[in-house]
């Protein structure tokens, strides 16, 4: 395995395996790998002959009182577990390198960005669809990998892949969890002890609301209110949104039907925690 800090160094090497049709899967990441980032590789190693990850924070998707300076990083630790899963590069550019000092352009959906996370996140999902066009440009993949914890990214991507005509395939990968429920993430590290004992109760309410779906219930209202209710059960947890929408425009619905998906993002003192179930 090889860490690779160039574009230039990168393009030139990949390419090579393109002059031989190898088959390039892409795993895009900001690091501190825990099993859901891993599962995604994977799922690149499974499919692929090459496999690249990507390991970069990147300072535009977050807003200016976010968390990116505090935002973990373990580079030693990440180049280790890449290594032992079969990753063949990893790409771990600075900012200099991605963003030049007159950079101004910028990749953005205008229907999906500002529903749900996007409504708080100003320019977030314009900081991850400008960033993810660089990565498949420098990259040029026949396949990436994301993960359903982030389904809107997900959506979105796809969206911009369509729109702007990308040959890549978007593959979803499923979200891994804790043994109590609670979805993996880089972030649960910033949880208190009470605050990560009471964060299962996202993956609970989401998972009661999809059993009254499978037993008949189709009121998208009754299963917002019911999924609000279940985590307000906590002392800890501050809703941001609970919302029923589907996976096209992810408008709300008046009835669950197929395509159709529970999102929560819910606050755990300083921590933002998001989850999401498809119901049917």
């Not at 990949?14 to 799922?43: A, Q, R, W």
């Not at 600075?94 to 500002?114: A, K």
């Not at 949880?191 to 998208?220: D, F, M």
Request: glycine share 4%; proline share 2%; charged share 30%.
């Amino acid at each position: 395995m090889k860490v690779i800090e160039e574009i230039d160094r990168l393009r030139k090497i990949l390419d090579k395996h393109c002059s031989k049709n190898e088959t390039i899967g892409y795993v895009p990441t900001m690091g501190y790998f825990h099993e859901g980032h891993l599962s995604l590789i994977d799922i690149a190693r499974e499919k692929a002959e090459v496999v690249v990850v990507s390991i970069y924070v990147n300072p535009t998707q977050f807003g200016p009182d976010e968390d990116l300076e505090k935002y973990p990083r373990d580079m030693n630790r990440d180049a280790k577990l890449a290594r032992e899963r079969g990753v063949d590069y990893i790409f771990h550019p600075d900012n200099d390198e991605m963003y030049s000092e007159n950079f101004s352009t910028y990749v953005q959906n205008i229907e999906l960005s500002d529903k749900l996370c996007g409504a708080t996140r100003d320019n977030h999902f314009r900081g991850v669809t400008t960033i993810v066009s660089k990565m498949f440009n420098i990259i040029n993949p026949d396949f990436a990998v994301f993960g359903q914890k982030d389904y809107q990214q997900a959506i979105i991507i796809r969206r911009m892949v369509d729109d702007l005509n990308f040959n890549i395939d978007i593959v979803l990968g499923d979200i891994i969890r804790e043994e109590d429920g609670l979805a993996t993430s880089s972030r649960n590290v910033y949880l208190s002890e009470e605050e990560r004992e009471q964060a299962p109760i996202l993956y609970q309410a989401l998972k009661e609301a999809k059993k009254k779906v499978e037993n008949g219930e189709t009121s998208a209202s009754y299963i917002k209110e019911f999924i609000h209710d279940k985590i307000n059960e906590t002392e800890k947890a501050e809703i941001e949104y609970v919302a029923i929408v589907n996976n096209k425009n992810l408008e709300e619905v008046e009835e669950v039907s197929e395509g159709v998906f529970a999102a929560v993002a819910v606050w755990f003192g300083e921590t933002r925690l998001i989850d999401n179930i498809i119901l049917k």
